[in-house]
T-cell receptor, first 114, second 111 residues
């Protein structure tokens, strides 16, 4: 099955600086890669996603890049703000299993230092 | 509703007790997923419904876990004879296409 690895596990950045989180996946059939933000006591919130037919996608301060050849994708947050502090999860789908179930990484705890 | 709703938010069960966790998906969403999230880990897939049909239950950890969605809307995850290792947050997600939207989860603590 799919295996998704995520790093770093923790990341602290100064407010206003950029943060980058990286993930690799194993199943070459995966074609959908969402990123979720999870705050304490809440469910994961979809913040951005990318499909395998594009290499990059941006939404304001958030961007995701995908390298299908290397099977890795990254989340970039620019001009970080205190409200960006949370746990971020990457995920990949498993299209060969007949549904869009997701395999998640182990998460990155991002702390923005004011 | 505006989002996926799960109840109860918190559940404490004595070991051996049966529990039932409810999920109200976003109206009109065909697909419904249950995930289990252990402390400090990412969510792990349990089972998948397309309307009322349970098409994938490969992630259910044992036959003590049972899920249903009889009318293709609300779903219930039932755990029989709970064990300590069942303690986790149980997340429900619904989707129309690929984007999956999660509820806030039910935190189950087995004592």
């Amino acid at each position: 099955g799919e295996n998704v690895e995520q790093h770093p596990s923790t990341l602290s950045v100064q407010e206003g600086d950029s943060a980058v989180i990286k993930c690799t996946y194993s199943d070459s059939a995966s074609n959908y890669f969402p990123w979720y933000k999870q705050e304490l006591g809440k469910g994961p919130q979809l913040i951005i996603d990318i499909r395998s037919n594009v290499g990059e996608k941006k939404d304001q301060r958030i961007a995701v890049t995908l390298n299908k050849t290397a099977k890795h994708f990254s989340l970039h947050i620019t001009e970080t703000q205190p409200e960006d502090s949370a746990v971020y999860f990457c995920a990949a789908n498993a299209p060969n299993f007949g549904n869009e179930k997701l395999t998640f990484g182990t998460g990155t705890r991002l702390t923005i230092i004011p | 509703g505006a989002g996926v709703s799960q109840s109860p938010r918190y559940k404490v069960a004595k070991r051996g007790q049966d529990v039932a966790l409810r999920c109200d998906p976003i109206s009109g969403h065909v697909s419904l997923f249950w995930y289990q999230q252990a402390l400090g880990q990412g969510p792990e897939f349990l089972t998948y419904f397309q309307n009322e049909a349970q098409l994938d239950k490969s992630g259910l950890p044992s036959d003590r876990f049972f899920a249903e969605r009889p009318e293709g809307s609300v779903s219930t995850l039932k755990i029989q004879r709970t064990q300590q290792e069942d303690s986790a947050v149980y997340l429900c997600a619904s989707s129309l296409a690929q984007e999956a939207f999660f509820g806030q989860g039910t935190r189950l603590t087995v004592v």
